[in-house]
DNA sequence: TTGAAAGCGCTAACAG
DNA sequence: CTGTTAGCGCTTTCAA
């Protein structure tokens, strides 16, 4: 039956005001006494009114919508922050254009182009990189980066440094004496901080085992399966917890007792951590924080704050299970 | 420095044509000698010129935008749906609006409005339950279901039913004849589906032990947990894999071995169900298609193609993992 | 094949 | 306080 959509402009008929006190009604905005406005809102009501956004957009120029932008839906670290990205735009009235990346940069560029197009008013960016060249695509348009760090704009981080050393000294104090470090793509600059750190000291007690890198995956390149299997380490400090998902694996199979003959300590606290055998011991961003913030920073951005690019960086904390117990 | 945004005007003024002409190149509609209009498209070109959709929006009422609505993000059955949804949509020039109801029903109804407000040309509903009251609230606004069974909507749906019986026969196969089945909220049609015919599968061998419901979580119930520590099963058949996770994890508290005493098949094969110890048996669904028809009867209905709402049923497969060996 | 012009539904000066 | 009116940037008749 298509019941033709309400406008505005029945509203104000039916209400018998004008177009525009009708307009001053449902945006509070103007200056209207209140027996109109209750009344003109009564209308709008009876008769099912809903604003029509996207002609709104058209006159304001702003769409009240937000574009998140991230390599890989997959990763899991991604749910629970697009979930609270989701809801923290949602609750102050913006809706949110969720695009993943695939992991290529060539689509990152289209994908941000397309959301430009789409007269978005800001964008949460998690990069696949930590250098790129879209401030030329993206305009002035308000953008604040998440967990890379990309010149030019506001970044929300955790202090990855900071986990990466706590995760080491945890190992160091439980008395391992060789301990590896198998990283995550160090192209990345939270990768190269975290692992930095946790390299650093453990070299300062001598007892840096090997240091090797991996994709972040599961999956173990070549180089990653013969340092396991060299036994040379008591303990291992993975860069992310996919990768300590795959050590704990590889080890099983190669009949290396976790945690007695290898303890292993990840990063991230996916949720699937605690779910681990043996549950897997970690370094916790607070993954809610970083995204309520990057929403609210963008939101201060909207609305005109003309705050520098600040660097915003969360503490993390480490979260104890069974892959690396207290006392060896 | 704000750089003006380039509009179709500037474009006609610049290329020396009408406004009309423009718009005409641009979209290829209308009628317009190839050297006008490869002009014009040059023009554009170097202005830098990009399309303001929103504006067309409000000109034609179709936004190119479409919804995705779940109850939940952090279900691990959500990102890789989310996944291909937004990548179907996108090669088909959409973008898409990714929104959280938090399992609540009163927020689910909120954010449909909201993306009727938004003027979305579509939805596609992941709903929390079967029952639901949002004809109204959606007027003829094209919806998809999946997974769940929605009157008045057309469903993509996996055969659930199917794999109940795959997983009850596989275990009665092996050999078992005490089977217990922890559903997963039986007020969802699709787990009383695949419930039912598991139940009914593994009654006929009068070889079911009990049969217990749980919430879609790893987190088990009284009822739940006495039914594994009575023992009174060589094997369950879990409505879900986070429950199946939470049944190891609770059975290997209670020193009951996996599978040896106790073989566990789950359901929706989730991107965990390899990686835990042992690895999952499990009820693969072909999610990505699943997505991806969704997708295509979504822009199918936009196109105007008035086809009934169908119920599409996808077939499902069993995993072989370690949870549950094929010969007991 | 092209251009002039009328809006889409809404907001925001500006008058009154 | 309220109404008139001029557009936002774009598409699309309708004439030329």
Redesign the pocket.
Known sequence: MAR??I??????KSA?????????A??K?????????AHVLKVAEELG????LA??A????RTGAIGFVVPDMTNPFFPSLAQSIVQRARQNGYSVFVTDTEGDQAQEEEVIRQLVDRGVDGIVWFPIKDENSIESIAGDLPIIVIDRTVNGFECIQADYAQGGQLAANYLLASGHDRIGVIAGPMDVRSMRERCGAAIEAINRASALAYSVENAFSTELSGDVASAIESRAATAVFCGSDLIAVGVMGHARKLGIAIPDELAVVGFDDIPWAEYCTPALTTIELPVDEMASEAVDALLRKLDGENESNRRVVFGVCLIERESAPPRK
Chains 1, 2 share one sequence.
Do not use: F, M, P, W
């Open positions: 033709k959509r406008t505005l402009k029945d509203v104000a018998g005001v004008s177009l525009a006190s009708a307009s001053y449902i945006n905005t103007g200056s209207l006494s209140e027996d109109t406005r009114y809903r604003q029509n002609a709104r058209a006159r304001t120029g």
